[in-house]
């Protein structure tokens, strides 16, 4: 009876408009709670706060749901909570896919953004493979039935998170890739009728699509499941919206990267007759040649571009620099080059895969990207990045016992999971170092 009651006290203080002063008890609660482990007291104390938000997710009232899906987002932005995580993982992936098939949009969307947090605060192995599996069909029926845009956006993203952590194979992150396609392509049946997906959710769908192509080497890749990619992408270079164009132009520049320009390709109808195999590939070179002439064309007058095209005229310069950097790539071979500081420590990137890779998850994470950053051992991996020893050691003094064992385990499922990342780069890197394909003009 005492647990039931205080969850009906706690969900009511999430359900009425005084999140203030609730939240100055809470935070006078765990700074008066402090000894001489008082940073083990915070994080006890936290913990327990993400379980009464766990249970807030039983509520029938969607607005106390959506406050508690609001406040795990914000806890998961500030800390990885190992424990907690490893206690309650299955639970919270339940109810937010819950949240999904039967919330608003808005609880959807926060739900959706959950679970993609979730997946990076496991990292991939196991747990991480089981939210893929688990969310992919919920989230294909979610998109499926063409939702409101911020469902969509939020889809998109938590789909394209789930699959970078935990797709293990080519097959798995393609399924995903298509199921993204469809949001722009979608199969209509007879006397089906539906509404163009704004631009908005066109560039979300090409940026979680390129998103999740860093992760592929050419040789993976479907041969029949790309062709006509580049003349789609090349098709919105010529649309209005600036950020559509952004992500059209930067998918083409990894496309480019990655090489095997003919899967991306359309290719000549096939045929049975050997005899005539020569002419076939005489005319896809043909056609190849043609439409990289198109693309740096469309390239070089956005790189160039003086106004009138977008409404947003704040962004010209961004998308001016982009399509420049973009040019440079396809005329020279020069990859662009970015570098930024996280806690004073220098975090790096030398190629399309990096760059997309980097402003897809920062743009993800939000104001949590410095503090994974800082912590989070699969984004070390990804990026090659190393903090500081004293940030490592400060973030280990906040770690309790099971989540070192977590960390530090060599058979950890963690560690396990970076062994594996690690063998896949490589694979990678060794695939795309005769990817780089310069124009002709």
């Known amino acids: 009876m005492g647990k039931k009651s205080s969850q009906k006290k706690f969900a009511a203080m999430l359900d009425s408009d005084d999140t203030d002063s609730m939240s100055s008890s809470t935070s006078s609660m765990r700074f008066d709670r402090m000894t001489e482990n008082g940073l083990d007291e915070v994080q006890v104390d936290k913990d327990v706060l993400l379980d009464q938000w766990l249970d807030a997710l039983y509520e029938k009232r969607g607005s106390t749901r959506e406050k508690a899906l609001a406040s795990i987002i914000e806890a998961f932005n500030s800390s990885l909570h190992y424990e907690f995580v490893e206690a309650k993982f299955a639970t919270l992936l339940q109810q937010c896919l819950n949240s999904i098939k039967k919330g608003s949009a808005k609880e959807a969307a926060l739900a959706s953004h959950a679970i993609g947090l979730l997946a990076l605060a496991v990292g991939p192995g196991e747990r991480a493979l089981e939210i893929l599996e688990e969310s ?61 997906p704004s631009p908005a959710v066109i560039a979300m769908m090409v940026s979680s699509w390129s998103f999740l192509l860093t992760t592929m080497n050419s040789w993976a890749l479907n041969p029949k499941s790309w062709q006509e990619s580049i003349s789609y992408f090349s098709t919105l270079l010529d649309k209005n919206d600036r950020a559509l164009r952004m992500a059209a132009g930067e998918a083409l520049a990894l496309i480019f990267e990655i090489g095997s320009l003919d899967k991306f390709c359309g290719e000549a109808k096939d045929s049975s007759d050997p005899t005539i195999d020569e002419g076939k590939d005489s005319r896809k070179l043909m056609y190849l040649h043609g439409l990289r002439t198109k693309v740096l064309g469309q390239v070089r007058g956005l790189s160039a571009e003086a106004g009138g ?133």
């Not at 071979?333 to 399309?352: A, C, N, V």
């Not at 989070?376 to 070192?404: C, T, W, Y």
């Not at 990342?421 to 795309?432: D, H, M, P």
Request: positive net charge; glycine residues 8%; hydrophobic residues 35%.
């Open 136 to 196: 992919l069909s919920p989230i294909s029926d979610a998109l499926r039935v063409r939702p409101e845009t911020s469902k969509i956006l939020s889809l998109l993203q938590c789909l394209a998170v789930i699959t970078f952590v935990g797709g293990e194979d080519p097959e798995q992150t393609e399924k995903s890739m298509h199921i993204m396609w469809q949001v722009a392509h979608p199969k209509l049946g007879a006397n089906v009728a539906t509404s163009k």
């Open 309 to 441: 095209k977008g409404s947003a005229k704040k962004d010209l310069n961004s998308q001016r620099n982009t399509f420049r950097d973009i040019l440079d790539f396809l005329e020279n071979g020069s990859t662009p080059e970015t570098l930024m500081k996280i806690g004073g420590d220098p975090l790096s990137t030398s190629s399309w895969t990096q760059y997309i890779q980097l402003n897809f998850l920062k743009h993800f994470l939000g104001g949590g990207f410095v503090k994974h950053m800082q912590e989070n051992q699969f984004l070390h991996d990804v990026f090659d990045f190393i903090p500081k020893k004293k940030l490592l050691s400060g973030a280990e003094q906040r770690m309790s016992g099971s989540e070192k064992r977590m960390y530090r385990s060599p058979n950890s499922a963690l560690n396990k999971a970076r062994t594996q990342l690690l063998n896949k780069q490589r694979t990678l890197a060794q695939g795309k170092n005769s990817g780089h394909f310069a124009f002709d003009e």
